[in-house]
DNA sequence: ACGGCCGATACCGCCTCGGTATCATCACCG
DNA sequence: CGGTGATGATACCGAGGCGGTATCGGCCGT
């Protein structure tokens, strides 16, 4: 007699109508009638009355409905109480430019539904610190972009994110369905400041760096990134799915291997709090898109 | 956060010791530091600060041990008074002959625990009802013997039970390994009452009844068939590893098919009392003795 | 009589759970 | 100070439970 099967009987005794308690219960129908059938035969009674045209409680089924509803508000009371003397506990959270964005608030939402108690500290980081505070202990845990230099890091891939060029929507190229690398050969292109983790460096300038121009124009900002494209005509990178400005536009690259999106956090700070956090977005990624999990 | 993972908990914060809490809870230590750990996970806290010399609790841990055993009191409190509710039922369970000894008894405490308001009425029946009073509707289960015919009754097999044949001991085959059919080709056969089941009635004259001595001689129970041996010197049939009484001695059988010991209820009386004793039997049997399980 | 609704059943794939083997760490002790 | 034992953590594996899809059976309504 499990709180979950407790949880999937209250369903039923209330909707008194297996169809509808599954949906309620974001669930289908047989493994529903199979747990009620379950617990039934564990307790050894009969609690519903199955009819065509719909569920009668037995009289020890009211009354498991009314013992179950209590426990398990007693159960979610005994987590609130505990979480609540853990402390009001402060999560730092990176993000890397407009990474999140919808999925920041899906996130956020969820995991306050798990810790009332707990706040969330947003820090948003510039393209030029891929681990958007990290390593530099600004932030617990990071939704960030890979690939970066990871040691010391741990990292789950939430969705990969195919990458596209962006480009003027007057530029000859901007209406192919797709492009390589090697058509962007003769274009500037836009580097990240000095001492920028280097493999994020490489794989932004293209992955391979020989044979590239490598121009002087600096951007730290994705803002600037788009701006130096509308402006100087430089190349811009950027995972496709992302809404542009005016007057910009997007086509995907063929030969670019896709970019990560990923939650990261220190390897030697695993605190329960963290990995709570990196399971609910897990969760939260997987119930959004699951078509795009990586 | 459910039942199961609070009790590992609980026995985890009582004993303050991951290995005695894991043997209290008849698992090893690995899966229960797991359990721990996601349990900790999903709170967002940490609740015991381990070190090599034992465990000591967080106030958070301590909290959860206090409310974990009030909510699984309450569970069990609930089990409990839906049971009782459920009315004082009385189970009526058909056994063949001896063949439930130790393992009857053993079931019946494990079903009491379970049900302590449950009444268990047994009632032993000789070898002519392999069903055990089943199809007469006397007993709502029954532990008994395959094969019968089984029409209109579901079966479970609990174990395989080889069948040896029973001589005296001063017999010239009593001391032999083993002996095959064929070698009891001469000897006098019993046979069972007319109108007893005949697939049960093939099984024990030996599987094929063409070519052996089909003798005068009925048995109506397992004592008589023994006295038989003693007395007319006829064959005797039976399961190994059962008692028997002085002067008898058991040989193994190798072409004879083994027998199954079975629990039986019929089909279309299925009821939840039902199948939690079916359930508990087979759990019971596989704690008992988990090689021998069919 | 027949179509529709509802719960039950059959079957399948994945994920969790518990088991075995092994490792990392620290206290204790010679 | 290094060996040794104890303790909890980790890696990996196989079985079972759980949720999904497809389908059945049965009663109701028209």
Redo the contacts with the bound molecule.
Sequence with gaps: M?L?TLRYFVAVAEEL???RAAARL??????L??????LETELGCVLLL??????ALTPAGALLHEEACALLAQADRVRAHVTELAGPVTLTVGTLADSAEQFGTRLAAAYREHHPAARILIRESDLTDPTAGLRSGLVDVALTRAPFDDTGITTRTLRLERVGVVLRTDDPLAHRESLRLADLAERRWFRFPDGTDPVWQAYWTGSVEDGRRRDRLVVRTARECLQSVLWNGTVGLMPLGHALPEGLTVVPLTDMPPSRFVIAWRADGTTPLIRSFVRIAETVQRTADPTRVG
């Design positions: 499990e979950r109508h297996f169809g974001r669930m289908t129908q047989p493994p009638s199979r747990a009620i059938k379950q199955r009819s065509p045209t719909g569920v």
